[in-house]
């Protein structure tokens, strides 16, 4: 297990957890040497030698991949070959994956390097560099000297710690014999080796510092340090001067062209752990083979190699098991790890015999020693931002899972939205087995974009349970299609090729006879065999930039916001109120029911399948369920709003939105719902939506988002609800007149989490509460010029829905804010509140869809529509009581005015800011009062919204509107 406190040593490796290792002790002393009477002369000389060669690296991993993610860090590395340009560093620096890499030298000089070489078990790797391009140092390699590693050497390690460029940490090696760290239980461990100590203190940015000794030889490598102490931990160099052995052989000079070298590494898949002779005597070690192996081995041995673990399907499975001592390797005593690692490597494809003694008894086994490149993965597939590879030998031995299976080492957007986490294993795709990537890619070429298919995985905290997801293959193309990346050891780079071949590719369309048992879920629902059809073109509206005069602008509806996560909401089937299932109806925007009739032929649409279902559902609706709860059940729909990495935009800060809105239109060809923008941000993103009314689940598509109001309208196409759905789902009946007063009684409906239909009467306390929401500490959406409407009690800030009359006509959304609280100079936190938003201004917007608005045309289901187009004062207001501003100089016939106009408010409003850019900025100043617009008193946004809506109407072209504002005692 890991210490809590051993780190690797650059800044983006994670510490280890869970640690019960204990460090023994080492109690060898050796004489002293001429290396302990090193004069400070001798060390400066070294260091003057030594500190041109040692490099910062700056390194970026483009990818997650293996037991490395994506992210930014520096570390060190130094020279070790000036001819060919080659730089020693660790591992965890040079990633396993695609990385892009920098080394600036002690003089500033920088110079892009490569990665030719990764060790797939220790931590050591090599960068290549231009040296032609280093012009102005002079410096040279730093010699390999590992069998100067000693107890008591005085050794100094240099490097970059802790961000500094050069730093230089004394110490002296305490032992040569340390277990290898354990960093974390599900990334990158180093095994089957020994680790040097000492006291230096190393922190992070020091991964890769050479560790000298006063005659300026590289004697070990750092590689990470224990937090709690001062101890750090080096990797001993044999095993790294082999392999710059073979790169050198390789090539002569950095001018010819690099070709890639083959370091043979062998492995049997099995840890071993070096055990003092009493733990072995513990295990069963016979007293014969303990003083054979004592006599055999060099003087001072002190134990032997037992067997840690073993990973399923290698060559040792089943054949050793953890507690097996190991004696001989091809009848040579081993005792080890360098001689066991040595005649491993020698033998790559080639059987050896290992004995070992367990529990008492002796036997032999023959092994075939596996090559490692083989299960140490050159590639992955990058399908809708996940990245997928075979599992390689570093996790299989953390996770105990057979090396090559398909292994989930970064959901992405596909997966992370399916509930797929990070070290997933992927066993069952659209019904098909999967044991290797192909399978995978194989599945994903038959699917088309948008299907919805499920998905079996595995985790190695629950490794004994599958666990299933329906996941969504990439529909509006926010990634590019699936695509392979293989390692070039040529380059040093990553080559991408189409996974999926495009005249393989499906067009989206509905999945049919994917798997088994696959089917159109309409295919169910309805008596014919439409098929669900997901029609989101992308549609990127532009924001009309109308007739700007000073106080006026158009801004289209689909303007980008923001908002916050909202609570998890579950799912099950709802319940539908049979007298409430008609032909489709359209949300009434007057008290009269003057409401248009959406679906065509009623008469067809009354099928047995509706009655069936009407009867079933009726018989679990709640008896104590009060009647407008009854009538706007069959309106409320739950949204699950999921937000691509790639489309985080306008301070976006979160992926996943849950919320509740109500269906304000329902016909045969279009469907559209209110929301609030707390639960749909931006419309770069993909709705799901769960009808209360019945039992299914349909995309939907942003087609309105208003720029400072907090709602959002999003549509859905009814022919995927199928037959019995379409008739079940209705429009709500919309009340924008009159509007609420303080004391009236109103009916809170909404969705629970679990998706049941929840109510309550409240009393109105404010229905002009004017909305006041600060910035936050990153520019996003926020509410603006906006009343709303406050309640006596309500289900709590995770709770939406609507407000109805005791008829059930919505008279008001019961929707989401989002806001940021700042706690001192530095902390802030993000807070959601909710409040009632007046249902007229969505009236106002949806009888301008219905009966054709003057924007630009929106594709929806297939249907050109156009969009409004809004006008927006670009002035954000707030309002100031006429006792305050008599105080500033506002003129008693002003006070009258504005008190005769609006005896409940009694305000004025006044400029908080303007938007940037915009006329308004030049002609307004912060704090002016709106006394008038056109000669008519103003006293609420409302009155500005009805001011600029007359525009509209008058046809006007220009867009201005005269203004009387009061600044400094003098009205303009």
Known sequence: M???????????????????????????????????????????????????????????????????????????GFVVDKRRGIILTNRHVVKPGPVVAEAMFVNREEVPVRPIYRDPVHDFGFFRYDPGAIQFLNYEEIPLAPEAACVGLEIRVVGNDSGEKVSILAGTLARLDREAPHYKKDGYNDFNTFYMQAASGTKGGSSGSPVIDWQGRAVALNAGSKSSSASAFFLPLERVVRALKFLQMGRDCYDHKWEAVSIPRGTLQATFLHKGFDEIRRLGLRSETEQMVRVASPPGETGMLVVDSVVPGGPAHKLLEPGDVLVRMNGEVITQFLKMETLVDDTVKQTIDLQVERGGASFTVHLVVQDLHSITPDYFLEVGGAVIHPLSYQQARNFRFKCGL?????????????????????????????????????????????????????????????????????????????????RNDTTGLWIAKPAIQPHLRMESSPMTNVGEGYMNPTDVLSDDSSHLRHMHPVNNLEIIDGVVSMETNFEHGSEEARSQDRSDAGTKKRRVEDDRLTDGNVA??????????????ATAMQT????????????????????PERIIEPTLVMFEVHVPPSCMLDGVHSQHFFGTGVIIYHSHNMGLVAVDKNTVAI????????????????????????????????????????????????????????????????YLVGLSRSLQATSRKSIVTNPCAALNIGSADSPRYRATNMEVIELDTDFGSTFSGVLTDEHGRVQAIWGSFSTQLKFGCSSSEDHQFVRGIPIYTISQVLDKILSGANGPPLLINGVKRPMPLVRILEVELYPTLLSKARSFGLSDEWVQDLVKKDPIRRQVLRVKGCLAGSKAENLLEQGDMVLAINKQPITCFYDIENACQELDKNNSTDGKLNMTIFRQGHEN
């Not at 009434?588 to 032929?601: K, P, R, Y």
């Not at 209705?730 to 007149?737: C, H, I, N, R, T």
Request: aromatic content about 8%; some cysteine.
């Open 683 to 746: 419309s770069a993103c993909d709705i799901m939506l769960s009808f209360a009314a019945f039992p299914i689940e349909i995309p939907g598509e942003v087609v309105f988002l208003h720029p400072v109001h907090n709602y959002a309208l999003v549509a859905y196409d009814p022919s995927s609800l199928g037959s019995v759905g379409a008739a079940a789902v209705q429009a709500a009946k919309l009340l924008p007149e009159p509007a609420l007063r303080r004391g009236d009684s109103v």
């Open 608 to 627: 047995a399948n509706i009655r069936d279902y009407q009867g079933g559902t009726v018989a679990v609706v709640a008896a104590n369920a009060s009647f």
């Open 588 to 601: 009434d925007s007057s008290f009269h029911e003057t409401q248009e009739t959406i679906l065509e032929d």
């Open 2 to 76: 890991a210490d809590p406190s051993e780190g690797l040593g650059s800044e983006s490796a994670a510490i280890g957890i869970d640690s019960t290792t204990k460090d023994d002790l080492c109690m060898e002393i050796d004489p002293p040497f001429r290396e302990n009477l090193a004069t400070a002369d001798d060390w400066r000389k070294a260091l003057n030698k030594v500190v041109p060669a040692v490099i910062v690296l700056r390194t970026t991993a483009c990818r997650a991949f293996d037991t490395e993610s994506a992210g930014a860090s520096y570390a060190t």
């Open 406 to 486: 398909v292994y989930v080492t970064e959901p992405g957007y596909m997966l992370f939205r399916a509930g797929v986490p990070r070290h997933a294993i992927i066993k069952k795709f659209a019904g098909e087995e999967i044991s290797r990537v192909e399978d995978l890619v194989s599945v994903l070429s038959k699917l088309s974009r948008g299907t919805r298919v499920p998905l079996e995985y595995i985790s190695y905290t629950d490794r004994h349970r599958r666990k299933s997801v329906l996941v969504t293959v990439d529909h509006h193309e926010w990634y590019a299609p699936p695509q392979i990346y293989v």
